[in-house]
């Protein structure tokens, strides 16, 4: 499908909450609560024409500043100072130091750690490949109660204090938002229905490899959880997702329970959220996970790299169902690694969530 002539199936504005956490929000029995939903949900309407727009118009193009290293990130943090306006007040350049707002700094270190981790694990220079500039606003709207990428800046709320706090908080979540950037400067995956939710699968997948790597952590230390520390005290969950566990991430009684499934025989079929982009995207997650899992080490070394080449490699069509690129990784395994452990390893994983990897 031609990305110019279709933008209901482009990469629209990818949030980090889905919708189907706001359909019950807007019926919780609190109205406070119920009014900042609804009023985060017309903003994310919003905000999808504006990126659709984008998307058919082309972004601007976006070019490092000249004399800018390839190897240092160049980054910006606004603060939209609670309207809705963007980029909006520019608070923190690259290189200079804290300021006082701590919101302001945990997104310029988020963006850091994710920049770090791309250049370090895989040689890539920033999001598009080619050191295109980090920007970030804070503090948008009031109570807002998401994070996203609007197709060439991130933007984080504040969250309401009691269902979500500030979206700066988990790192994960920064890694999750620019990693949307990175697939929509490589393989382009459709934002719905499967491939939809491959592109979901790719944010989580190096959105927990940013926050592993800049904890050191292995494969075995790691939470594998998406959002850990965003959900406020009193909500019952952990996080906004569970790569180890789908389905587990949360039970509560405003925001219900988490509808991710981590086998095919569990797939989803909806017409909302894109056709389940951040439901059915458990099953590549799990199978990532069980991938890191039996592998053990740095899950970025091994695990990672075989899913950024298939993300990167030209080979991934836009268009992907999980069978396609279930059976790209068994290609990728096996060219770098040989028909050893790894390319073992990505095979019963894809079986073990029910995936055909031939
Ligand atoms: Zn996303």
Not at 108 to 133: C, K, V, W
Request: with cysteine; charged share 20%.
């Amino acid at each position: 499908m031609d990305a110019t002539t279709n933008p209901v199936f482009n990469p629209v504005f990818c949030t980090i909450v889905p919708p189907h956490v706001f359909d019950r929000l807007i019926e919780a029995e609190d109205p406070a609560l119920a009014r900042i939903a609804r009023r985060t949900f017309v903003a994310d309407a919003a905000q999808r024409t504006e990126r659709r727009l984008t998307t058919v118009l082309g972004a601007e193009p976006a070019a490092p500043p000249a004399g800018a290293a390839a190897d240092q990130p160049q980054r910006t943090v606004y603060d939209a100072q609670h309207s809705t306006t963007l980029p909006g007040r520019r608070v923190r350049g690259e290189g200079e130091p804290p300021v006082q707002d701590a919101t302001v700094n945990r997104a310029y270190s988020g963006l850091g750690a994710t920049f770090e981790l791309y250049l370090q694990a895989y040689g890539r220079h920033s999001i598009d490949g080619n050191g295109m500039p980090l920007d970030a606003t804070v503090h948008f709207d009031n109570s807002y109660n998401n994070a996203f990428w609007n197709g060439s800046q991130m933007v984080f709320g504040d969250g309401d204090g009691q269902i979500f706090l500030d979206f700066t908080l988990p790192v994960d979540v920064i890694g999750h938002e620019l990693t949307h950037g990175v697939t929509q400067h490589s393989a382009n995956l459709t934002y719905f229905g499967q491939p939809g939710a491959l592109n979901e699968s790719m944010s989580d997948v190096f959105g927990s490899l940013v926050k592993q790597y800049a904890l050191d952590q292995d494969a075995h230390q790691a939470d594998w959880l998406i959002g850990a520390g965003l959900l406020a005290p009193g909500v019952h969950g952990d996080a906004l997702r569970s790569m180890k566990a789908p389905g587990t991430a949360y039970d509560d009684a405003v925001l219900g329970k988490d509808p991710q499934p981590a086998t095919m025989d569990q797939y989803v079929t909806t017409g909302r959220d894109n056709g389940g982009v951040h439901i059915n995207s458990g099953i590549p997650n799990h199978a990532f996970y069980l991938v890191a899992d039996a592998l053990g080490g740095k899950a970025w070394e091994h695990a990672g790299q075989i899913w950024y080449d298939v993300l990167t490699c030209g080979r991934l069509g836009s268009q992907a169902m999980f069978k396609d690129f279930a059976g790209l990784t068994v290609i990728a395994a096996r060219d770098r690694y040989g028909d050893g452990a790894e390319t073992q390893a990505v095979r019963k994983a894809w079986s073990q969530v029910g995936v055909p990897a031939s």
